[in-house]
T-cell receptor, first 118, second 111 residues
Framework: EPEVTQTPSHQVTQMGQEVILRCVPI?????FYWYRQILGQKVEFLVS????????KSEIFDDQFSVERPDGSNFTLKIRSTKLEDSAMYFC????????????????FGEGSRLTVL | GEDVEQSLFLSVREGDSSVINCTYT??????LYWYKQEPGAGLQLLTY?????DMKQDQRLTVLLNKKDKHLSLRIADTQTGDSAIYFC???????????FGTGTRLKVLA
Protein backbone atom coordinates (compact mmCIF):
# COMPACT_ATOMS: atom_id res chain seq x y z
CA GLU A 1 0.00 0.00 0.00
CA PRO A 2 1.44 3.40 -0.92
CA GLU A 3 2.49 5.52 2.02
CA VAL A 4 4.01 8.85 2.93
CA THR A 5 7.57 8.47 4.18
CA GLN A 6 9.49 10.95 6.28
CA THR A 7 13.14 11.32 7.18
CA PRO A 8 14.74 11.60 9.61
CA SER A 9 12.57 9.94 12.23
CA HIS A 10 14.36 11.90 14.93
CA GLN A 11 16.76 14.83 14.71
CA VAL A 12 18.54 16.59 17.53
CA THR A 13 19.98 20.00 16.75
CA GLN A 14 21.45 23.00 18.46
CA MET A 15 19.49 26.22 18.70
CA GLY A 16 20.22 28.46 15.73
CA GLN A 17 21.03 25.63 13.36
CA GLU A 18 19.21 24.99 10.11
CA VAL A 19 17.14 21.85 9.81
CA ILE A 20 15.62 20.21 6.75
CA LEU A 21 12.89 17.65 7.19
CA ARG A 22 12.16 15.48 4.20
CA CYS A 23 9.01 13.82 2.98
CA VAL A 24 8.13 11.61 0.04
CA PRO A 25 4.39 11.96 -0.59
CA ILE A 26 2.32 9.31 -2.33
CA UNK A 27 3.23 9.47 -5.98
CA UNK A 28 -0.09 10.46 -7.58
CA UNK A 29 -1.01 13.00 -4.91
CA UNK A 30 -1.21 16.68 -5.76
CA UNK A 31 -1.58 18.43 -2.42
CA PHE A 32 1.09 18.45 0.26
CA TYR A 33 1.03 19.60 3.85
CA TRP A 34 3.11 20.03 6.96
CA TYR A 35 1.62 19.82 10.43
CA ARG A 36 3.35 19.77 13.79
CA GLN A 37 2.55 18.63 17.29
CA ILE A 38 4.36 20.03 20.28
CA LEU A 39 4.40 17.47 23.06
CA GLY A 40 1.05 17.42 24.87
CA GLN A 41 -0.49 19.97 22.54
CA LYS A 42 -2.67 19.89 19.46
CA VAL A 43 -1.68 18.92 15.97
CA GLU A 44 -1.28 22.29 14.25
CA PHE A 45 -1.48 23.14 10.58
CA LEU A 46 1.65 24.80 9.19
CA VAL A 47 1.35 24.98 5.43
CA SER A 48 -0.24 23.50 2.34
CA UNK A 49 1.40 23.31 -1.09
CA UNK A 50 -0.12 22.79 -4.50
CA UNK A 51 1.09 23.33 -8.02
CA UNK A 52 4.56 24.30 -6.80
CA UNK A 53 3.43 27.07 -4.55
CA UNK A 54 2.13 27.63 -1.06
CA UNK A 55 -1.67 27.61 -1.12
CA UNK A 56 -2.23 28.39 2.54
CA LYS A 57 -0.12 28.91 5.64
CA SER A 58 -0.72 29.48 9.31
CA GLU A 59 0.60 32.19 11.60
CA ILE A 60 3.18 29.71 12.87
CA PHE A 61 4.73 29.49 9.41
CA ASP A 62 6.84 32.63 9.61
CA ASP A 63 9.94 33.65 7.68
CA GLN A 64 12.02 31.03 9.45
CA PHE A 65 10.10 28.31 7.63
CA SER A 66 10.13 27.41 3.99
CA VAL A 67 8.91 24.51 1.88
CA GLU A 68 10.13 23.19 -1.40
CA ARG A 69 9.46 20.45 -3.85
CA PRO A 70 12.92 20.23 -5.41
CA ASP A 71 12.14 17.29 -7.65
CA GLY A 72 9.17 15.14 -8.58
CA SER A 73 9.17 13.16 -5.37
CA ASN A 74 10.49 15.04 -2.34
CA PHE A 75 8.71 17.69 -0.31
CA THR A 76 10.87 19.43 2.26
CA LEU A 77 10.37 21.69 5.25
CA LYS A 78 13.30 23.93 6.16
CA ILE A 79 13.68 25.76 9.43
CA ARG A 80 16.45 28.33 8.98
CA SER A 81 17.43 29.09 12.54
CA THR A 82 15.84 26.72 15.00
CA LYS A 83 14.50 27.86 18.33
CA LEU A 84 13.78 25.83 21.45
CA GLU A 85 10.05 26.17 20.80
CA ASP A 86 10.43 24.48 17.41
CA SER A 87 10.87 21.17 19.24
CA ALA A 88 7.93 19.08 18.08
CA MET A 89 6.81 16.16 15.97
CA TYR A 90 6.47 17.30 12.39
CA PHE A 91 4.00 15.43 10.19
CA CYS A 92 3.97 15.51 6.44
CA UNK A 93 0.71 14.67 4.65
CA UNK A 94 -0.51 14.44 1.09
CA UNK A 95 -3.84 14.09 -0.68
CA UNK A 96 -5.10 13.52 -4.19
CA UNK A 97 -7.51 16.40 -3.91
CA UNK A 98 -8.78 18.69 -1.21
CA UNK A 99 -12.39 17.63 -1.57
CA UNK A 100 -13.60 14.88 0.79
CA UNK A 101 -16.83 14.64 -1.15
CA UNK A 102 -14.91 12.88 -3.90
CA UNK A 103 -13.56 10.59 -1.19
CA UNK A 104 -10.09 11.47 -2.28
CA UNK A 105 -9.53 14.48 -0.08
CA UNK A 106 -8.31 12.21 2.69
CA UNK A 107 -5.00 13.27 4.14
CA UNK A 108 -2.41 10.52 4.23
CA PHE A 109 0.12 11.17 6.97
CA GLY A 110 3.69 10.07 7.41
CA GLU A 111 4.99 8.71 10.70
CA GLY A 112 6.44 12.03 11.67
CA SER A 113 9.89 13.49 12.28
CA ARG A 114 10.67 14.33 15.86
CA LEU A 115 12.76 17.47 16.14
CA THR A 116 14.55 18.23 19.39
CA VAL A 117 16.21 21.62 19.68
CA LEU A 118 18.76 21.99 22.49
CA GLY B 1 -11.68 31.35 16.59
CA GLU B 2 -11.47 27.74 15.54
CA ASP B 3 -10.82 25.26 18.30
CA VAL B 4 -11.26 21.53 18.82
CA GLU B 5 -11.20 20.00 22.29
CA GLN B 6 -10.88 16.40 23.43
CA SER B 7 -10.25 14.66 26.70
CA LEU B 8 -6.72 13.28 26.91
CA PHE B 9 -7.26 9.76 28.19
CA LEU B 10 -9.82 6.97 28.12
CA SER B 11 -9.47 3.50 29.55
CA VAL B 12 -11.92 0.66 28.84
CA ARG B 13 -12.05 -3.09 29.26
CA GLU B 14 -11.79 -5.37 26.27
CA GLY B 15 -15.24 -6.11 24.87
CA ASP B 16 -16.81 -2.94 26.25
CA SER B 17 -17.82 0.03 24.12
CA SER B 18 -15.60 3.09 23.98
CA VAL B 19 -16.96 6.57 23.47
CA ILE B 20 -14.52 9.32 22.58
CA ASN B 21 -15.89 12.84 22.67
CA CYS B 22 -14.92 16.02 20.89
CA THR B 23 -16.23 19.57 20.86
CA TYR B 24 -15.54 22.21 18.28
CA THR B 25 -16.27 25.89 18.06
CA UNK B 26 -16.52 26.71 14.36
CA UNK B 27 -20.17 26.51 13.31
CA UNK B 28 -19.14 26.78 9.67
CA UNK B 29 -17.24 23.49 9.82
CA UNK B 30 -18.17 21.40 6.85
CA UNK B 31 -16.41 18.12 7.51
CA LEU B 32 -15.51 16.41 10.76
CA TYR B 33 -13.04 13.56 11.00
CA TRP B 34 -11.69 10.92 13.28
CA TYR B 35 -8.06 9.92 12.81
CA LYS B 36 -6.24 7.11 14.59
CA GLN B 37 -2.55 7.04 15.42
CA GLU B 38 -0.95 3.79 16.46
CA PRO B 39 2.49 3.78 18.12
CA GLY B 40 5.22 4.68 15.64
CA ALA B 41 2.77 5.35 12.83
CA GLY B 42 1.21 8.36 11.15
CA LEU B 43 -2.34 9.54 11.56
CA GLN B 44 -4.79 7.34 9.66
CA LEU B 45 -8.29 8.42 8.68
CA LEU B 46 -10.91 6.25 10.38
CA THR B 47 -14.07 7.95 9.27
CA TYR B 48 -15.56 11.33 8.48
CA UNK B 49 -18.99 12.91 8.58
CA UNK B 50 -20.50 15.86 6.78
CA UNK B 51 -21.95 18.59 8.94
CA UNK B 52 -25.45 18.00 7.54
CA UNK B 53 -25.48 14.44 8.90
CA ASP B 54 -26.38 13.30 12.42
CA MET B 55 -24.92 9.84 12.40
CA LYS B 56 -22.67 7.59 10.41
CA GLN B 57 -22.03 3.91 11.06
CA ASP B 58 -19.19 1.85 9.70
CA GLN B 59 -18.87 -1.64 11.12
CA ARG B 60 -17.83 -1.23 14.79
CA LEU B 61 -17.62 2.54 14.50
CA THR B 62 -20.51 4.93 15.07
CA VAL B 63 -20.07 8.67 14.70
CA LEU B 64 -22.67 10.96 16.23
CA LEU B 65 -22.83 14.66 15.46
CA ASN B 66 -24.82 17.16 17.50
CA LYS B 67 -24.49 20.27 15.43
CA LYS B 68 -26.41 22.45 17.87
CA ASP B 69 -23.99 21.65 20.69
CA LYS B 70 -21.02 21.33 18.30
CA HIS B 71 -20.30 17.91 19.77
CA LEU B 72 -18.88 14.94 17.92
CA SER B 73 -18.43 11.45 19.32
CA LEU B 74 -16.87 8.21 18.16
CA ARG B 75 -18.23 4.98 19.56
CA ILE B 76 -16.21 1.81 19.14
CA ALA B 77 -18.26 -1.30 19.80
CA ASP B 78 -16.63 -4.43 21.24
CA THR B 79 -13.33 -2.64 21.84
CA GLN B 80 -10.26 -4.80 21.25
CA THR B 81 -6.68 -4.45 22.46
CA GLY B 82 -5.75 -3.56 18.89
CA ASP B 83 -7.90 -0.44 19.22
CA SER B 84 -5.43 0.99 21.72
CA ALA B 85 -4.16 4.16 20.05
CA ILE B 86 -4.52 7.93 20.03
CA TYR B 87 -7.72 9.16 18.38
CA PHE B 88 -7.78 12.64 16.89
CA CYS B 89 -10.88 14.66 16.13
CA UNK B 90 -10.48 17.21 13.32
CA UNK B 91 -12.61 19.62 11.36
CA UNK B 92 -12.28 21.49 8.12
CA UNK B 93 -14.44 23.67 5.95
CA UNK B 94 -14.82 24.47 2.31
CA UNK B 95 -12.49 27.13 1.02
CA UNK B 96 -9.52 26.22 3.21
CA UNK B 97 -6.85 23.59 2.98
CA UNK B 98 -6.22 23.28 6.68
CA UNK B 99 -7.62 20.83 9.16
CA UNK B 100 -8.03 21.85 12.80
CA PHE B 101 -7.09 18.99 15.10
CA GLY B 102 -7.67 18.32 18.76
CA THR B 103 -4.98 17.11 21.15
CA GLY B 104 -5.95 13.48 20.65
CA THR B 105 -7.48 11.03 23.13
CA ARG B 106 -5.28 8.16 24.20
CA LEU B 107 -7.43 5.03 24.39
CA LYS B 108 -6.10 2.21 26.51
CA VAL B 109 -7.87 -1.13 26.27
CA LEU B 110 -7.42 -3.40 29.25
CA ALA B 111 -7.47 -7.15 28.69
Amino acid sequence: EPEVTQTPSHQVTQMGQEVILRCVPISNHLYFYWYRQILGQKVEFLVSFYNNEISEKSEIFDDQFSVERPDGSNFTLKIRSTKLEDSAMYFCASSVSRDPILNTGELFFGEGSRLTVL
Amino acid sequence: GEDVEQSLFLSVREGDSSVINCTYTDSSSTYLYWYKQEPGAGLQLLTYIFSNMDMKQDQRLTVLLNKKDKHLSLRIADTQTGDSAIYFCAESKAGTYKYIFGTGTRLKVLA
